[in-house]
């Protein structure tokens, strides 16, 4: 039931119950329900015509007489799922109320209140039903805001951080974006101790485990929401709620001079855990949805011949156009591509380059996406690099699709006349890149050390259906040969391993949930037992090719203990370690986890 509704013990604690010197009887422990409704009655049968949540209020004078009878009742209201029983006294009970009654009631958590002056009911379920309809009101201006703010930063296209910041705020609690593999890409304290709050992440992060797409974990108090587009997640949003709270104060004093402790610590305070209000969950899912759509923003300010260029390339990338259209509006721009030997280029900086100039190689907190490139100066030189592969293309006399495909990189098919002169032809465009590239800039100190330049080309093709491959296959090999220190005037896939293919592949949400998927439950486990740590022994049982004497002395463990641990691995993991397929996909799965945690 949603936390726009007061609980027994709020009800309680409102000046028209209190005059009527409440004590509670019975119950205690569900003071905590929410209360949906006040109802008066006066007959036995009343259960029938109750849905749930009522707070029911009776003088008793309609109730059995006999034991079994008022068993019955009681027993009634609770399998219906009322929230309490006020009884006012003086009419049908004088001193007291029955304890068969109390009794039932305490067997089925049942608050069970006595009145024990006389109170119009009236004038409770006036206060009740106006407390309601306020913090209904308050929950409805409160999400139409949410509404509003989330609106604006869609439409203005906010950056992550913006959009954490401004869920921090209306929320008034922590908020943290993470991708799939639990690394955090933005965060927002609210006010408390980010060390504290980021703390040993990961493995926090791999103890929540909501049900459901969006959801409140109650073990550990956040709320979480899955953040994608277009069917495909890439991250959750987590907003810690803290649970409990006073929603409506402590009560005022008695002005009967009724003494509080017969309330048997009724004071209007709300206690223990409790689901978040219906707004944050608005808010969480709302805030989600403007992360995810603006992921997908592109805000570049080209001129109009180079966002055709950029549209076929990125047409050619996710296959968003048919090819025959694609070639097409590249003939009307005087590019012939069909009937020709086709080359994907990319061209790029190395990342310790953009580290010193734009802050970081990759903003965590744009995953990386074009068109959310941080600081200008990074923007600007990736323009300045776009004008120099166009020199170079000039020079050469080489024709081809150009433009920025990501955020540090340009794009470059190659439509050659034959196969015979792809060698020639690249290697022709990376001495005229390297030529036409300026050394150094008005801004800075000291010209760029050499080789600070990537050149990457993907396998060659023979027509314009297999172009988006070999573009897609350069643009892998430039991300890899950043880890690569040689100077190689041109990259090409057989220059990279396994660990550099999936280094660029981390960012890929298909990869993360490879990792999530070999080696979750090996991860959960050692987040629960951070002594053990068997991830570790994994990784040297694959390193030393699964022979298990030179893994233990890697390990520097007994090969009885480590024995024991392989065989816990194997029931964590439900795999067979002595499978040669199941070791594959396991160390390949380590690998990209390691690329993962990378820097």
Known sequence: MSRVFPTVRQVLALDPVRRGAPRLVAGKEGLDRPVRWVHVAEVPDIATLLGGGELVLTTGIGLPADDAGLRAFIGDLAGVGV???????????????????????GRHGLPLVELRRATPFVRITEAVHALIVDAQLTELRATEEIHQRFTELSVEGAEPDEVIRQAAELSGCPVVLENLSRQVLAYDPAGENAELLLDGWEQHSRRIRPAGRTAYDPDSGWLVTMVGARGEDWGRLLLRWPGGGDLSGPGDSDPSGADDSDLSGVDGVVRGPAAPPTRLTILVERAASTLALGRLIRRDAEGLERQIHRTLLTALLDRSRPVDEVALRARALGLVLDRRHLVGVVVRHRGDDLAGENGAAGDAGTGGDPGLAGGEPGAARLRDLAETVGQALRETNLIGLTSVVDDQAVGVLLALADAAGEERALAAFAAALRRARPETRPTEPAPRRPGGLIVAAGSGVGSLREAGRSL????????????????????????????????????????????????????????????????????????????????????????????????????????????????????????????????
């Open 83 to 105: 929230s309490g029983l006020v009884v006012e006294l003086g009419r049908r009970y004088l001193t007291g109320v029955p304890r068969v009654m109390a009794a039932a009631a």
């Open 472 to 599: 897609i296959e350069a643009r892998q090999v430039a991300e890899a040969a950043r880890r690569d220190r040689r100077d190689l005037p041109i990259f090409r896939l057989p220059h990279v391993g396994l660990a550099g293919l999936l280094h660029l592949l981390r960012d890929e949400p298909r990869l993360q949930t490879f990792v999530e998927r070999e080696l979750g439950a090996l991860l959960a486990y050692d987040a629960r037992h951070p002594r053990e740590q068997l991830l570790g022994t994994l990784r040297a049982y694959l390193e030393q090719g699964r022979n298990k004497s030179a893994a233990a002395t890697a390990a520097h463990l007994s090969r009885p203990a480590f024995y024991e641990r392989l065989a816990r691995i194997g029931r964590i993991l439900d795999v067979d370690l002595d499978s040669v397929d199941a070791c594959l996909s396991l160390h390949v799965a380590l690998l990209a986890l390691d690329a993962i945690r990378a820097p």
